[in-house]
C-alpha cells in the first residue's frame, strides 16, 4: 500500500530536521559514583588516552547482523592509564559516525575517558552512553576511579605522563 505524499512529507520532515541527538537517549543516575557502578561491569577496558587519528569505516553493525551496515568513526588511541582490562599500546575505539545512533565524536589530538567492551585484541567499542567522556570534564569520574595503572613506556624508560 502506498501512501500519499501529504502523509509522508510530513513524517520525512520531522525526521530529516530532528537534532541527531533525538534518537540516543541515555538514562543515568545521578551521582558520578552511582555512574561509574553502572557502567564497570559493563565495560571490558577502562581507560584514558589521546586520540591521534580519526578513521572511518562502513561494516556490520555488529557480527549477529552482518546484513545491517552503518558508517563508524575509528579512533586510534594511545592509552596513558588503564583501571580496568588490558589494553594494547595503541587501541581503536570503534563507535557509530552518528550521535543520533549513540556514536561518541571522538576528535583527533584530545584526550578522553573510554569504558569499552573489547570487539577483538586491538579494538573495542565505545558510545554516548557507556560513560565515555572528555578527560577534561572527567574529573568526578577520577575521582570515583582512584589512580590507575600506568601504560606502557617510553623508550628512555621513563613512565607515560
Do not use: H
Amino acid at each position: 500500500m502506498l501512501l500519499p505524499v501529504e502523509i509522508l512529507l510530513p513524517i520525512i520532515c520531522s525526521v530529516t530536521s530532528a537534532p541527531r541527538t533525538s534518537m540516543c537517549s541515555c538514562v543515568l543516575p545521578k551521582s558520578a559514583r552511582s555512574q561509574v557502578q553502572l557502567f564497570m561491569p559493563n565495560a571490558d577496558v577502562v581507560f584514558a588516552g589521546t586520540v591521534t587519528e580519526i578513521k572511518w569505516k562502513v561494516a556490520p553493525l555488529d557480527s549477529t547482523r552482518l546484513d545491517s551496515r552503518m558508517m563508524f568513526r575509528l579512533a586510534v588511541m594511545v592509552p596513558s592509564e588503564t583501571w580496568k582490562g588490558a589494553v594494547p599500546d595503541t587501541v581503536i575505539v570503534w563507535t557509530p559516525d552518528n550521535v543520533g545512533v549513540c556514536g561518541f565524536e571522538f576528535e583527533e589530538g584530545q584526550r578522553y575517558l573510554v569504558f569499552a567492551t573489547r570487539r577483538d585484541s586491538l579494538s573495542v567499542r565505545s558510545g554516548l552512553c557507556t560513560g565515555t567522556q572528555a578527560l577534561a570534564g572527567a574529573s568526578a569520574y577520577l575521582k570515583v576511579l582512584g589512580r590507575g595503572a600506568i601504560v606502557g613506556r617510553r623508550e628512555s624508560g621513563d613512565r607515560r605522563p
